[in-house]
Each structure stands twice: as structure tokens, then as C-alpha cells.
């Protein structure tokens, strides 16, 4: 079994068809289960194609910087394991060991660049265009200006160096984030006991809702991409009644905006309205 896994996963970076059915199967089947089982009521400025195109947008621009990453990912990937560098290879984990080194140190390096975004100022400009979209729905998952995507990469190769991930690890946990970032920005209504028990594992619909909301402290938490417990452990978990929470923000940026592409992508190069 684990020949085949592997055998799978580290070429996956080679075939972009399979990689991008991933992606766009999570979003089809989201996007029509939070048709049916939506959690908040949605006020488009147009209609719900309109709010995913400018979504789609930015979705496009963070493939295309993330092809381009990609040829560093593969070669630092290739060096930890040419040079036995990383904690996988010091540790002398074996395949099992592997996959579970590389999943976790690639989503701490999504939760430890997510809470650098929001506690540096000159970051957080970029990072604001994702929370300025006042209807979360499952397109705003990949709703990431381009400065946003490109420090995502930093961090992620800063993980790759350290933990020694190598391209099966790498392409198993990008699977998982696909999926979980579609999940858990999906406008969907999870039974209330499902949700909590998830969330003691996994980051659910609403845990990642409060993140959300349009207020501090509430953004400032629940910074996990597919794990929950990195909140927990470091103290960065809350949690509201999805009932309460507002979507946007409260000052930074105009939210009447929240739709107009070229205005977000200009919006880290203005002053911040307060």
C-alpha cells in the first residue's frame, strides 16, 4: 500500500490536471452543499457568480505563483534528501514517519504564516484583501492577494528545509489543504455537536467562521489550515455563535469594495483607512 501511496504522491506535482481536479472538485462540491445546507444568509453586491469571479481572479494569479514555486519546492525537496538534511532524516523516520513529519510541519507553517500576517503591519496589507470579502463562501478560500500567496511560499519552503519533507509528503499534505480550505470556508451549516467534535482535531466551518468575523479579537484567532490543535496549544483559539458573526472588516478598508478586483489588488499600496 505505502509503494502505491508514494508511488502516487510524488509525481503528483507533474500531472496539473489531477492536481487541479482537487481543487476544483472540492469547490463543485461545496459550492452545491452550501446550497443546500447554507449557514448564514449571503448579500451579494450582484449574485453569487459575480462575488466568484473576483475570487476565481485571485485563484488564478496564486496558481500561477505557485507553478513557479513549485520549481523550488521540487529542488529543495530533492537537496533534504540528497543531503539527509531535515528532521525526517535525522530522526531516521521511515515512510509512515515521513508522512507524518511533512503533514505536520507544513501546516504549522500555514498557521505560524497566518499569524505573522495578521501581527505585522506591512503584511497584514496584503493579507487584508482575503478578510475584506463580506460574503465567506467557498471561493474565498483562495481569495489571496499576490503578496499574501508569495509568503505563503516563503513559509512553506522554510518548513520543507527544516522538516526535510520530501515530495510525497509535500503532495499529500497540498492535497489535505485543498480540501480543508474548501471545507472550511463553505457557507455550510455543520449540526452544532459534529462541528465541535471536529474541531478538536480539525479546523471546521465554524471555527474558521470566527476568524471571520468582522471584529477583533475574533479575527486575530484560529489561524489552522487543516489542524485545529496548533490554536489550542498556542492560545490562539476562540469560538462565537455563528449566529453573531458579521463577515468584513471594521475599519482598514471600504467594504462597499469587497467585489472590485482591480481596487483590492491596489489596496496594500494605499493608506489604511482607520
Not at 105 to 131: E, G, I, N, Q, T
Not at 207 to 226: C, L
Amino acid at each position: 500500500m505505502w509503494d502505491s501511496i508514494i508511488e502516487y504522491f510524488s509525481t503528483l506535482e507533474q500531472r496539473p490536471g489531477q492536481r487541479m481536479a482537487f481543487l476544483v472538485g472540492g469547490l463543485l462540491i461545496f459550492w452545491i452543499i452550501e446550497g443546500a445546507i447554507p449557514l448564514l444568509p449571503m448579500k451579494y453586491k450582484r449574485n453569487k457568480l459575480r462575488h466568484a469571479a473576483v475570487n476565481f481572479g485571485f485563484t488564478c494569479i496564486h496558481l500561477v505563483i505557485h507553478t513557479l514555486l513549485a520549481i523550488l519546492i521540487v529542488k529543495l525537496s530533492d537537496w533534504c534528501h540528497e543531503a539527509d538534511f531535515g528532521l525526517i532524516h535525522w530522526f531516521g523516520a521511515g515512510i509512515a514517519g515521513a508522512i507524518i513529519i511533512s503533514v505536520l510541519a507544513l501546516d504549522f507553517s500555514s498557521w505560524l504564516v497566518h499569524f505573522v500576517m495578521h501581527k505585522v503591519p506591512v503584511l497584514w496589507r496584503f493579507h487584508l484583501v482575503h478578510h475584506s470579502d463580506n460574503n465567506v463562501d467557498v471561493t474565498t478560500g483562495l481569495r489571496h492577494h499576490p503578496g499574501d500567496s508569495l509568503l505563503r511560499g516563503v513559509f512553506f519552503l522554510l518548513l520543507i528545509f527544516v522538516s526535510g519533507a520530501p515530495m510525497y509528503g509535500v503532495m499529500i499534505y497540498q492535497t489535505l489543504v485543498v480540501i480543508a480550505t474548501a471545507f472550511t470556508h463553505a457557507n455550510i451549516s455543520l449540526p452544532k455537536k459534529l462541528d465541535k467534535v471536529l474541531s478538536y482535531v480539525l479546523v471546521s466551518p465554524n471555527m474558521h467562521k470566527v476568524h471571520h468575523h468582522w471584529k477583533q479579537p475574533y479575527t486575530d484567532s484560529n489561524y489552522g489550515a487543516v489542524f485545529s490543535f496548533w490554536d489550542r496549544l498556542l492560545g490562539t483559539f476562540m469560538k462565537m455563535d455563528p449566529k453573531e458573526i458579521r463577515y468584513g472588516l471594521d475599519r482598514y478598508y471600504p467594504n462597499e469594495k469587497d467585489e472590485d478586483f482591480m481596487s483590492l489588488m491596489k489596496r496594500p499600496f494605499q493608506k489604511l483607512r482607520d
